[in-house]
């Protein structure tokens, strides 16, 4: 990002949780950290189990392959990580990313080989050595798309790929109503009350507000662009799951 351009923040500041965006970062790495224990369960319970087999359907299809060296920035417990390490093999190498030291904890537990703790804005890798840069939900979690994109270019190879997959808030209010009610309401109860989790369900309606206050997709994609990304471009899953691309001339 050039020195005078605006941030471009991925949902406005959110009150309930913290009351400028000076406090986000704190407050957020303290909500993954003091649930990290819990978030594989409640995500697998959230997708039904199926979370595992779209996020590696969704590499395999971005072009992930064997050899590739990966960066996957706010890797969280590290479901994207692990799910490119066994594609890229040993051949390859895959770098699980986040702010978040409760999460990467849980990440190296699951297997991850390779973590390093850091901001997506901020990346503390070397230009041009990456074959894709990949993101799992973490989107909304950034405090500048534009500054975020800018660094996910730096460090991919010429040719490189960004693959960000991300929840969008639906069309219609309907199915808004209803997917909020399952998101802020039915997860965050049954969180606390199966992982007896105070922290978790705070966690969990947190991360519905964020999906229902993210700036609209073309946003997204015009971020994507303006960082000199081309073909950039977004696929949609099942009304709700976007998958955000962009190559590095």
């Not at 051949?91 to 409760?102: F, I």
């Not at 639906?170 to 992982?195: D, H, T």
Request: proline fraction near 5%.
């Amino acid at each position: 990002m050039t020195k005078g351009e605006q941030p471009v923040a991925p949902h406005p500041v959110l009150q309930e949780y913290y009351e400028d965006p000076s406090q986000r970062r704190a407050k957020v790495d303290q909500m993954f950290d003091s649930s990290a224990a819990h978030y594989d369960w409640i995500t697998n319970m959230m997708s039904f189990g199926s979370g595992r087999w779209y996020r590696r359907d969704a590499l395999l299809r971005a072009g992930v392959k064997e050899g590739h060296k990966v960066l996957d920035v706010g890797a969280g417990t590290g479901v994207v990580s692990l799910l490119s390490q066994a594609i890229v093999g040993a051949n390859g190498l895959v770098v699980a990313l986040d702010p978040s030291k409760g999460m990467l904890s849980e990440a190296i537990k699951s297997g991850v080989e390779l973590a390093s703790q850091g901001l997506g804005e901020s990346l503390p890798f070397e230009d041009n050595i990456f074959d894709f840069v990949t993101m799992g939900y973490a989107l909304r979690h950034v405090a500048d798309l534009r500054g975020a994109f800018d660094e996910y270019k730096r460090v991919l190879k010429p040719g490189g790929k960004i693959l960000l997959l991300e929840i969008t808030r639906p069309e219609g209010k309907i199915k808004i109503a209803l997917l909020k009610f399952y998101l802020k309401f039915i997860i965050p109860n049954i969180s606390k009350i199966f992982r007896k989790s105070a922290d978790s369900k705070v966690l969990m309606r947190y991360y519905w507000d964020t999906i229902e206050q993210c700036v609209p997709p073309q946003t997204i994609i015009n971020a994507l662009q303006d960082s000199g990304l081309a073909q950039c471009n977004r696929a949609i899953a099942l009304g709700i799951f976007s998958e955000y691309t962009g190559v590095k001339p």
